[in-house]
């Protein structure tokens, strides 16, 4: 039937139906999704997108559109349906996927994902608040742009659709009081008045008054007694574009799930499909047919596409104004001025952060028309009290606004004007109550907003006011939000780059973070240091030192006074970093960080705060100065002082580090009988050092034996040069040809042998050749007669943390261990994580691990640096199990003796020929089951040093002053992490020895 034989009334309740049946299709074919929402409100926003929503869908992004604002975000089919239907670049296929992995058709609308969806809406509430913002934002666009050009370029509306639980949410109590305050005109609510919540009936739990609440908050407020009269709704929604002083707010009575026979009405409509029967009785009942599925009749589309072409008209006009004005008032001002007003502060000179940031504030405002914003009744504290008019219900043309004690409302109506365009807005509070504006700073790094939150009074200096003013969790809860830049810097100078980095940055929020205390201005470094690099040094010298101290903020100042006691007194030298930025930081390349941090990884981080994100930057045997407790009330000195935050406590943290770093002074000479096994691993680190080194020059190459001889040869030449002598007993190498220090090779320069060595020059040449993680070079050095030298080459091994060392048994078989392991650590197996070889052999072993539902990582080399990594305590890895070299197998054992993990091992020969040879020389192989006792008779020590990068190690890297390697020493006072800080002297005598 031609849509010019049915009525326009005809017409409209067909396309209601198209929309209503487009999306329980969305929902049934995920099996997953909100369907009473849709088939409820479906008439409401019908009305809206065709009687009154003004929009062009081939230009979504229009500026004087009217704005339409899903906030009852669950409802997303509704939205999908709409927008489809009503021509933007939404096809049915894209429907089709709804919910799906990649489609532009998720659970909940995003911003920037789809054509039409103006805000991303998840949480309750949010949308309703972030609406807010956006008609202020009208408000106040109209007020710049409308009189200077006498031509209204700016007049539109925002029209949201909330549901119960959008207007039972806190934060629409804070939003519609803002709203009503300021007499927000275009903003057109509809409240879908279902009685229904999740839980049943809303009356169970709320029986607020809806219309007298908001008619409180000086809106204007209207109801729809039937949400199914098409010209009942479009009459209310007539009467409330037709106010002019207050917002409208529309109750609409509609049934949740409208149309399903045994659904509608009821909570269980609300969030899962109809279920196959339900959809196709719903489908009858409105006498829709039920194939195909996505079915739009002929007559909805000509009869929308008409529609559509009729608002497109608005747009025309609008682009006929626009040009007539000849120029564009919607673009935002380059920030090049307001970079270039930032503040430069008087080296020395004393003033809290908050106070600079006020500085810096004012000036760039004075540059950028765009910047707007204001406080949670907090301007004078938080150093947003600046000279601009501000914002009232009779003049929109300021640029501040109190927000008023609404600090949830304040960050998502900021949202709303980074969102409308035209604007750069800020908001700001103390620190500790950043966690009401959470989930809108959580939105805000969603959609990508460049929003400036500015956050004061960051730590327990704060005083008096106690532990409920003082943050200690707050930095680590915003650092932990992805894409949110939190700086937080450490003086005058520092807050005014913060400002540069935050105005460059539009791909997200920004949170600076401020001192309430004066702070010294340090020297300013090059513009542009925070966004490339997010901390520099601001004590001390790049190159070699013997302790970095971290810090951020306020606590920076301590951490420079410390390093000079350190350095005055003690003798150590300390460089200072300040970190501003730590996740820009923790983005850097390996050598990028160490050029900043220098080469000890075991550090010393000072922060008012929780400790969490730190330990990576600190190193597995670094210091910290954080709080582990709430804060006192105290003046904020005595309060950093209570809690140890003094140049005493920093010193001594530091000498902890500088006292444990080992002697590396190669002019050290001992006799024979003075030899201990300190000095032992300071002569097998120069080795395993020297070998790290001279493979570089064939890392990546493709030739792992050209790698091999290299880091042989070099590891045998700096060996010769020990004050001890020592044995090899077991290498790698002999099983293949490979370059070796030979079995029974006595190496250092005593006559008397008194160590062992188990050597691998270059563990892992699979990845030395292709320049992949897991290389290293490692030895393992034991009093004489202790390490066991089987002839054998090959070894089965079991390695697994401490808690099971006593329950494995490796002639039991795979099933029986991993019961073992997983006991051990009250897991189940299906989250157990074990290592494998990634060998033919292997694939028996792999399939039973798999088939009883532990995970399983393969690994084509290097079970040494695997199984030490199964055994630190930290490591998620709950074991190795497999085949592998004999040397590694002695050199784990040696590790795992001193860690106190647990390991077995037995011999098994790989070929006929290793078959003879055990049976000659060792005639029991086949009945010795190994530990690291038996492995390992006497005291030992462990050296790792990584030629590729190998967690927690990292490659060998260039630098100015030559190379920087990353080693791991095991000893039995535990592990100690070392990078090691290498000249270009020492380094050109390690390249001729290699050579």
Known sequence: MSDKQLTQATLDRLATTAIRMLSIDQVEAANSGHPGLPLGLAPVAYTIYSKFLKFSPQVPNWPDRDRFVLSAGHGSA?????????????????????????????????????????????????????????????????????????????????????????????????????????????????????????????????????????SAYGWHTLRVEDGENLAEIEAQLQKAIDEESRP???????????????????????????????????????????????????????????????????????????????????SLVDPKGALDSLVDFEVGSTLATRVASQKNLQAIMKEMPSIVGGSADLAESTGTKVDFKPITKEDFS??????????????????????????????????????????????????????????????????????????????????????????????????????????????????????????????????????????????????????????????????????????????????????????????????????????????????????????????????????????????????????????????????????????????????????????????????????????????????????????????????????????????????????????????????????????????????AAKGQDGAVSVIAGSEVGSLYSTSGYYMEKLVVKAPAKDLIDIAKGVEYNLEAIASSSNKEIADLKLIVLAKPRHEELISKIRKMGAKVVEIPDGDVMASIKVMLEDSELDGLYGIGGAPEGVISACAAKLLGAGMQARLAPQSEEEIKRLNMLEPDWKDKIMTPAEMVKGDSVVVITGVTNSAPLFAPVKTEQGWVTSSLVITDAGTHFINGNHSEVIDAERGRDAT
Not at 132 to 155: C, F, H, K, T, Y
Request: charged share 20%.
């Open 78 to 214: 509704l939205l999908y349906s709409l927008l489809h239907l009503f021509g933007y670049d939404l096809s049915i296929e894209d429907l089709r996927g709804f919910r799906q992995l990649g489609s532009r058709t998720p659970g909940h609308p995003e911003f920037g994902h789809t054509p039409g969806v103006e805000v991303t809406t998840g949480p309750l509430g949010q949308g309703f608040a972030t609406a807010v913002g956006l008609a202020l934002a009208e408000r106040m666009s109209a007020a710049r742009i409308n009189q200077p050009s006498e031509v209204e370029l700016v007049d539109h509306k925002t029209f949201v659709l909330a549901s119960d639980g959008d207007l039972m949410e806190g934060i629409s109590h804070e939003a519609g009081s803002l709203a009503g305050h300021l007499g927000l005109s275009k903003l057109i609510v509809c409240f879908d008045d279902n009685d229904i919540t999740i839980d049943g009936p809303r009356h169970q739990s709320c029986t607020d008054d809806v219309l007298e609440r908001f």
């Open 248 to 330: 409208s707010l529309i109750a609409v009575k509609t049934t949740i799930g409208y149309g399903a026979p045994n659904k509608a009405g009821k909570s269980v409509v609300h969030g899962g499909p109809l279920g196959k029967d339900e959809a196709e009785a719903t489908k009858i009942g409105f006498g829709w047919p039920l194939e195909p599925t996505f079915y739009v009749p002929d007559e909805v589309r000509e009869y929308l596409d008409r529609i559509v072409q009729e608002k497109t008209l608005s747009y025309t006009k609008w682009q006929q104004d626009l040009r007539a004005l000849g120029t564009d008032p919607f």
């Open 398 to 767: 300021g640029r501040i606004i109190h927000f008023g004690i609404r600090e949830h409302a304040m960050a998502a109506c900021s949202n709303g004007l980074a969102l409308h365009g035209g604007f750069r807005p800020f908001c700001s509070t103390f620190l500790v109550f950043s966690d009401y504006l959470r989930p809108s700073i959580r939105l805000s790094a969603i959609m990508g907003l460049p929003v400036i939150y500015i956050f004061t009074h960051d730590s327990i200096a704060v005083g008096e006011d106690g532990p409920t003013h003082q943050p200690i969790e707050h930095l680590a809860a915003l650092r932990s939000i992805p894409n949110l830049m939190v700086l937080r810097p450490a003086d005058p100078n520092e807050t005014s780059e913060a400002y540069r980095t935050a105005l460059e940055h539009t791909t997200g929020p920004c949170a600076i973070i401020l001192s309430r205390q004066g702070l010294a201005s340090l020297e300013a470094s090059t513009p542009g240091w925070m966004a490339r690099d997010g901390a520099r040094v601001v004590y001390g010298q790049r190159g070699w030192s013997d302790v970095t101290i971290l810090a951020s903020g306020s606590e920076v100042q301590l951490a420079i006074d410390s390093a000079k006691v350190l350095s005055n007194r003690h003798k150590v030298r300390a460089r200072v970093v300040s970190v501003p930025w730590r996740e820009r930081l923790n983005e850097l390349d390996e050598a990028q960080r160490i050029e900043i941090l220098g080469p000890g990884q075991d550090r010393v981080v000072v922060e008012a705060g929780v400790i969490m994100g730190w330990e990576a930057l600190g190193g597995a045997g670094g210091r910290s100065l954080v709080m582990k407790s709430f804060g006192a009330s105290a003046p904020g000195s005595k309060a950093m002082t209570h809690f140890g935050f003094t140049t005493e406590r920093v010193v001594s943290l530091a000498l902890e580090i500088a006292n444990t770093i080992a002697d590396r002074d190669p002019s050290e000479q001992n006799s024979s009988d003075q030899i201990t096994f300190s000095s032992l691993a300071r002569h097998l680190l120069q080795a395993t050092e020297a070998a790290a080194i001279a493979a570089q020059g064939r890392v990546g190459l493709g030739d792992k034996v050209a790698a091999d001889e290299l880091a042989t040869a070099a590891m045998r030449n700096s060996l010769r040069k020990m004050d001890p002598s020592a044995k090899v007993v077991i290498g790698e190498g002999e099983k293949d040809n490979a370059p070796m220090l030979y079995v029974d090779e006595v190496l250092g320069v005593t006559e008397n042998v008194a160590f062992d060595l188990a050597v691998d020059p270059l563990e892992g040449t699979n990845y």
